[in-house]
């Protein structure tokens, strides 16, 4: 009876470390998500995307860590790479489409961020266009515009019970919302070139036409106008004055 009894004592022990490799699977996933989180805000607060990089790095490098945060974190840092203009960031949208095609949102927005990175004039309609539903809920809102790099959207989130309409962003991907302004009604916004700043027009108090930076930093207030876009370089914003508007045709 010796032999059953080993055998069964070899089975337990490898039950106990398949489960125990489940369990340090799932911490680890939570661990790699809370570090994305951090990159996340590394990147989009403090602006600094050198620093973000190297939290992706990390993040990849992580032992079991979830398909979907990797595939998030090679997007993330191809685009960190994009905005300073390095020639990385091809190279992890093209590891992101490789090895985690199966991370359908991720590996899409990686193939378009490819195909505007080649820009290739032989491209034909049909073949590489799509078109993909990404909002749908009742709270949808198309009155601002998306960010130049095609990862945000713009736009106003109504504060049930008050009358307050604050600017928002939306991350397309992922679908998280931050608030960027408190206790405003926003009826418009757009983008700057470089994406690093919104321009939108204030109707509460006084209304003014005032900018804020991505981050939700330096917003200040220029003047009566509602912004219908930016100059090339950034340095001048088209508005319409309703100060003199009559209301007839």
Sequence with gaps: MR?????WI???ALLVGLLSGAYGTGQTDKQGEALLQAAKNIEL???D???AIEQYK????RPGVSRSVAATALLEMGQCHEKLGQAEARSAYEQLVRQYADQ???AQAAR???AALAGSPSRTVGTDMTIRRIWSDRFADDSGAISPDGR???LVDVDPGTPRIDLTIREIVSGQKRRLTSKEYVLGSIWSPDGGRIAYFDWMGEPQLRIIGRDGSGAVALAMGEPLDWSPDGRVILAIDYRNYTGSS
Excluded at 3 to 7: A, D, E, T, V
Excluded at 58 to 61: D, P, V
């Design 49 to 51: 995307l050198k620093a």
């Design 104 to 106: 359908t949102g991720q």
């Design 10 to 12: 070899a089975v337990a």
């Design 3 to 7: 032999k059953p009894s080993m055998l």
């Design 112 to 114: 378009a961020r490819l």
């Design 152 to 154: 945000y959207l713009s």
């Design 45 to 47: 607060v403090k602006g």
């Design 58 to 61: 990390k993040i990849l490098a």
